[in-house]
C-alpha cells in the first residue's frame, strides 16, 4: 500500500486525483489533504478515504470543517502553514496541486521531510529551479512531473540516455486565441479568455494558457527538470492536445507520448511510478483522429512566452517573470488591466527588477513575496 497526501484536494488536479484513488482502493492509502476552503468537499474526502489530517487555509471554514466531522474522525490544521504542516507529514508521496506561487511553501516542506513530491505546481519549480533539484537530491527523493507536457517528455525520455537528447519538443494547444487577430485580442474580456477549447482548469492557470505564460512556465520547469537550455526547447502549437511533448535525439529519431486531453494518466503515473494503472481513460483512436496538425508560434500575439525565454538568462528572472505574471493576472480577472497589458506589465518588471530576486533556496520565500511586493507596486504605479 502506498500512502498519499492530496494538497490541493478540492481543485481539478485533486479531485481527478482522488477519483484515480477510488479505482485502486488495494494499492493506495490517501492519509492527508489539503484545501483552502472548501471544507465540505474537505469533509468528504477524508470520511471516504479515512483521512489522519486535513489542511484548511482559510480558519474560518476550518472551524466549519471541524463543528461538521465526527468527533475524532480527522486532524483539522488550519492558516496559512497549514498546507506545508500537512506536506511534511511522512508519506510515499505527495501530489503538489496548490495553484500558484502560494503551493512553494508546501513542496519546499515536501521534500525536506523526505517524500517524494508528484509536481503539478509548476510555479514552484520555476521560482526554485536547479536549487530544488539539488534539494530533492540532498533527501533522497524524487520530483515527478505532473504536467501532461513534462509527464510525456518523462516519458520520452526513457528511449534513451539523457546525453543522446538533442533538443525537446514542448506543445501547446494555443487556447482560445490561437487564430484570433491581434486587435481583437487586445479586447478580449475574462468570461472569452477563460473559455479554453480543450482544458477544464482554474482560472488563474486558463489565463495563463491563452497568454501562453502557462507555456512560459512549462518551458522554465522543462529547462530545469531537465537541465536543459532553453534554446533546445522548441515550442510548437498542437491544436487538439493529443500530442503532448515529444523528444529529438541526436540520430534523427523523435519519440512522442499521445493521448487523448485528460490529466488522469499523468496523474496516475506520477503517484504509481514505476508502475502503469488504469486510469479510466479511453485509449486513443489514431484511425479516428485521422490527422495531428501543428503550428508555429506567434511570439508577437503571445509575447509572454517569449519573455519566459529571456526570463531564464537573468538571475532572478523566472521567479520575477512569474509573481509579475501573477499579479497581471489577477488585475486582469478584476477588469484593472486589458488582456494584452498582461504581457506588457510582465515585461515592465522584468526590466525594471533585472536581478533582484537572485537567491539561495533558504531565501526563496523571502524573494518571492518580496517580487510579488514589487509586482504589485508596479501595478498600483502603472494605474496612477
Not at 201 to 220: H, P, Q, V
Not at 324 to 349: D, H, K, Q, S, Y
Request: aromatic share 6%; with cysteine.
Amino acid at each position: 500500500m502506498r500512502s498519499v497526501t492530496i494538497l490541493g484536494a478540492s481543485g481539478s488536479i485533486g479531485t481527478s486525483a482522488v477519483n484515480f484513488l477510488r479505482l485502486h482502493r488495494d494499492r493506495f492509502v490517501l492519509s492527508n489533504i489539503a484545501v483552502n476552503g472548501d471544507w465540505e468537499a474537505a469533509l468528504r474526502i477524508a470520511l471516504e478515504f479515512g483521512c489522519k489530517a486535513v489542511a484548511v487555509t482559510d480558519p474560518a471554514a476550518a472551524s466549519e470543517l471541524r463543528r461538521q466531522a465526527p468527533a475524532g474522525a480527522f486532524e483539522v490544521i488550519d492558516g496559512p502553514q497549514s498546507a506545508a504542516a500537512i506536506a511534511a507529514a511522512p508519506v510515499d508521496v505527495v501530489l503538489a496541486a496548490v495553484a500558484g506561487s502560494a503551493g512553494l511553501p508546501s513542496v519546499l516542506a515536501a521534500l525536506r521531510a523526505g517524500n517524494r513530491v508528484a509536481l503539478a505546481n509548476k510555479e514552484s519549480m520555476v521560482c526554485g529551479g536547479r536549487a530544488l533539484l539539488d534539494l530533492a537530491a540532498a533527501n533522497g527523493v524524487e520530483i515527478l512531473p505532473v504536467d501532461s507536457e513534462h509527464s510525456a517528455i518523462f516519458q520520452a525520455m526513457l528511449a534513451g540516455k539523457r546525453e543522446e537528447v538533442a533538443s525537446i519538443v514542448l506543445t501547446a494547444s494555443g487556447g482560445p486565441f490561437r487564430n484570433t487577430p491581434l486587435e481583437q485580442m487586445r479586447a478580449a474580456t475574462p468570461e472569452q479568455a477563460l473559455a479554453h477549447p480543450n482544458w477544464s482548469m482554474g482560472a488563474k492557470i486558463t489565463i495563463d494558457s491563452a497568454t501562453l505564460a502557462n507555456k512560459g512556465l512549462e518551458l522554465i520547469e522543462a529547462a530545469y527538470l531537465f537541465d536543459r537550455d532553453e534554446r533546445d526547447v522548441e515550442v510548437v502549437i498542437n491544436p487538439s492536445s493529443i500530442l503532448h511533448s515529444a523528444v529529438q535525439f541526436r540520430d534523427g529519431s523523435m519519440i512522442a507520448q499521445l493521448g487523448l486531453p485528460d490529466m488522469r494518466p499523468p496523474i496516475a503515473l506520477a503517484l504509481s511510478w514505476p508502475d502503469r494503472l488504469e486510469t479510466g481513460v479511453k485509449s486513443l483512436s489514431l484511425a479516428e483522429l485521422g490527422k495531428l496538425e501543428f503550428q508555429e508560434v506567434d511570439y508577437e500575439r503571445f509575447p509572454c512566452l517569449g519573455l519566459a525565454r529571456a526570463s531564464l538568462r537573468t538571475p532572478g528572472g523566472p521567479l520575477l517573470f512569474n509573481a509579475a505574471n501573477e499579479v497581471a493576472v489577477a488585475a486582469f480577472l478584476e477588469r484593472r488591466i486589458g488582456f494584452m497589458e498582461i504581457p506588457e506589465f510582465v515585461a515592465e518588471c522584468l526590466e525594471a527588477g533585472a536581478g533582484r530576486f537572485a537567491c539561495a533556496l533558504d531565501d526563496i520565500l523571502e524573494a518571492n513575496q518580496a517580487a510579488l511586493a514589487f509586482s504589485r507596486s508596479r501595478l498600483l504605479a502603472r494605474a496612477a
